[in-house]
């Protein structure tokens, strides 16, 4: 069972960036894994994958803003997110074949 570590949420100004990156404590090699968020007072809704041979695919609304991407020596998945919104603040979640990660912050405000 695999355990999943959010980092790198926080504060960014309105057409900032930033990269949020979901540590694995073991091989995600042969996973996919997946970036959700959570909006205040919506549901949980899909944001990128990227299957077990680096397929990428992000939700519509956020190409070419936001890029899912995974590094197998240090078993990380990362989310570049450029051009960054008020309304892309949420709580992002990492989700690798069935386990979450406690999710973590991300807030875009002037």
């Known amino acids: 069972q695999v355990q999943l570590v959010e980092s790198g949420g926080g504060l960014v100004q309105p057409g900032g960036s930033l990269t949020i990156s979901c540590a694995a404590s073991?091989?995600?090699?042969?996973?996919?894994a997946t970036w959700y968020r959570q909006r205040p007072g919506n549901q949980r809704e899909l944001v990128a994958t990227?299957?077990?041979?680096?397929?990428?695919a992000v939700v519509a609304s956020m190409q070419g803003r936001f890029t899912i991407s995974k590094d197998h020596t240090s078993n990380t998945v990362f989310l570049q997110m450029a051009r960054l919104k008020p309304e892309d603040s949420a709580v992002y979640y990492c989700e690798v074949d069935g386990e979450w990660g406690q999710g973590i912050s991300v807030t875009v405000s002037s």
């Open positions: 990227i299957s077990r041979d680096g397929r990428e």
């Open positions: 073991g091989s995600i090699r042969n996973t996919y």
